[in-house]
């Protein structure tokens, strides 16, 4: 078993970007609860108004497994813990658990601290000591515990002696400037498990992008904690992941953390804390990012069709995941098969696929990028189908735009579509051609397809590809397009951005004519 201790409040917080507020953090930490993570640490109640109120509220909740804890220093050097102002938030904070941090490192108990040696083990002694002797369990956090072990590694051990004297109930080694590599974490902490009979736990930051790899390599040299942050959140380049360290310890290494059925909520769990901290989720982060099984290499798709574990590491769904497949220049007939599965679309043969995957790679080749488009994809296969018949077709479309002295800019669309027998002829005014060609769009379809009034932009972005040929060159356009309950993507690309911005918006729209019906949104919402 491997307690695992969640520092995202604290440490988490101190990461440049992130700043929770005291319900954020306590959703957070309820969520984390739900988890049956061991330890939440809920922040520094020394520190701020906020951390105190977190405690306050934190009192009030009945918590089914974890353990909240406080986090503070040691006193202050030639003062004692009893008048200390930090040592009396964290036993104001009334939680159970208090984590104290202390220096292990001379350099900082000399340049740093500004005092001797023998002066920083009294305080480490009787900071724990005294929050023991009110009652409370302590876990000490050696701070640059490896730094100070290269160092003077007979000084750092004095200063865990200091802590278990005082009554500490687990040291942690920290690392906390993060420059550490695995091979020293391992042979330090074998050192530190055969000198003390106390629980280890480790602290990695991930300065040396090795934070996941030296928490794993003092779990086999002996620590039976592990500190991180989910997502990796921390100061500077972030702490130790539990989003990567909990599922190898408990998947690959055979440790218990958290309940093996809690394992499955662990992407939910990354999102959730992603989008408290109002940070965008990092879709390449290992088992819970969204590309962590995103297959693209036709050689990939075609094995996996054979064999679903022949390019992944594990089964996605333990960790809550899903395997996807992605449509670009890359791909062999295997993912165009996939992404018709998907889709729900029948294949009639493979005359059929050779030609969607040549023409995909052929359009790649003018500048469409299939990959974050996955409606113009489907569009692509669909079209490809013999009984395919496209709710419009568009016979002409013209814009234009004026700058007329007084009058400023006009902008004007005429667009010309066909529906079934029907030629429908109609013209918009817009703040752009985009807006003008979509308002004479929406005129044309609204009569014969009111689910169009449910559509909106979201989103349009704009690539130059080769910007060598400055205003000749190739553009990109992306659209995002939403109904309410749903979203897609389409892409168009040409040297003339309207035609481009044309084929991204009629794809759009077409796309949304065949997935969106006339019911309230709300309802398929509830749906
Ligand atoms: C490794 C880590 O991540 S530790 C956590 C770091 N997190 C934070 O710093 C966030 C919260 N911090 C704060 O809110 C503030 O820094 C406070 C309230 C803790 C202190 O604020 P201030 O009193 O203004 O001090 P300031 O931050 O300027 O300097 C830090 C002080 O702590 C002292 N200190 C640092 N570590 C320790 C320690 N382990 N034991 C005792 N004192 C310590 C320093 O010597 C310095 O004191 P001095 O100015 O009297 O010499
Ligand atoms: C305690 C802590 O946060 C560190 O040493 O990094």
């Known amino acids: 078993m491997i307690q695992i201790y969640d520092t995202t ?3 988490g917080t101190q990461r440049k970007d992130i700043s929770l507020s005291c319900s954020d953090k306590l959703r957070i930490a309820q969520r984390l609860d739900e988890m049956g993570v061991d330890f939440i640490e809920g ?8 951390d105190v109120e977190f405690f306050q509220e934190a009192a009030k909740i009945h918590w089914k497994h974890a353990l909240i804890t406080a986090f503070g220093s040691t006193c202050r050097v030639n003062g004692g813990p009893q008048d200390d102002a930090n040592i009396q938030a964290l036993l104001d904070s009334g939680t159970p658990v208090c984590t104290v941090f202390g220096k292990s490192w001379t350099l900082h108990v000399v340049d740093v601290l500004r005092t001797t040696l023998p002066e920083n083990l009294r305080i480490i002694e009787q900071s724990v000591a005294y929050l023991r002797e009110q009652g409370r369990r302590v876990i000490y956090d050696a701070e640059h515990f490896f730094d100070g072990y290269k ?8 200063t865990l002696r200091a802590a278990v004297r005082g009554g500490a109930e687990r040291v942690v080694l920290c690392d906390t400037n993060g420059g550490a590599l695995p091979h020293e974490v391992s042979a330090i902490v074998s050192q530190v498990h055969q000198e003390l009979d106390i629980p280890l736990g480790i602290h990695a930051h991930n300065d040396s992008e090795c934070a996941v790899a030296n928490s794993l390599a003092a779990v086999q040299a002996g620590c039976t904690q592990v500190q991180g942050t989910i997502n990796g959140y ?3 380049c972030g702490n130790a992941n539990l989003c990567s360290i909990i599922p190898d310890l408990q998947l690959k290494l055979g440790y218990e953390c958290l309940p093996s059925v809690k394992l499955v909520e662990l992407y939910d769990l990354s999102h959730f804390v992603a989008e408290i901290a109002n940070l965008a989720p990092d879709e390449y982060q290992a088992y819970v990012g969204q590309a962590a099984f995103a297959h693209k290499g036709g050689v990939h798709v075609s094995a996996m069709r054979r064999s679903p574990l022949s390019y992944q590491h594990i089964e996605p769904e333990l960790v809550g995941n899903e395997m996807s497949v992605v449509v670009s220049e890359l791909s062999g007939k295997g993912n ?3 992404k018709a599965e998907e889709y729900g679309l029948a294949v009639n043969g493979s005359e059929e696929v050779v030609e969607a995957l040549n023409q995909i790679k052929e ?3 003018q500048g469409f990028s299939f990959e974050a488009a996955e409606a113009s994809a489907m569009l692509l296969l669909k079209r490809h189908q013999p009984d395919y018949r496209a709710p419009f077709e568009l016979i002409d479309y013209s814009v234009s735009v004026e700058h007329r002295q007084q009058r400023g800019i006009i902008t004007e669309a005429m667009v010309k579509v066909r529906i079934g ?5 109609t013209a918009g005014e817009g703040c752009g051609p985009v807006h003008a060609l979509d308002v004479a769009m929406r005129k044309a379809l609204v009569d014969d397809f009111p689910q169009i009034a449910q559509f909106h932009l979201t989103d349009f972005k704009v690539r130059i590809l080769n910007g060598a040929l400055a205003t000749e060159a190739i553009t990109r356009v992306l659209i995002d397009t939403q109904n309410g309950y749903h979203s897609w993507s389409t892409v168009g690309a040409s040297p003339n951005i309207i035609d481009a911005s044309w084929q991204a918006l009629a794809d759009s729209i077409e796309y949304g004519l065949m997935t969106t019906t006339e019911e309230d949104p709300a309802e398929q919402v509830a749906a």
């Open 9 to 11: 409040l604290r440490d």
């Open 43 to 50: 922040g520094w109640p020394g520190s701020n108004p906020k």
């Open 151 to 158: 160092e003077n590694p007979e000084y750092t051990l004095d």
């Open 234 to 236: 921390g100061e500077r």
């Open 336 to 338: 165009i098969l996939s």
């Open 363 to 365: 359009l790649e080749s």
């Open 421 to 425: 027998e029907k030629v429908i002829h």
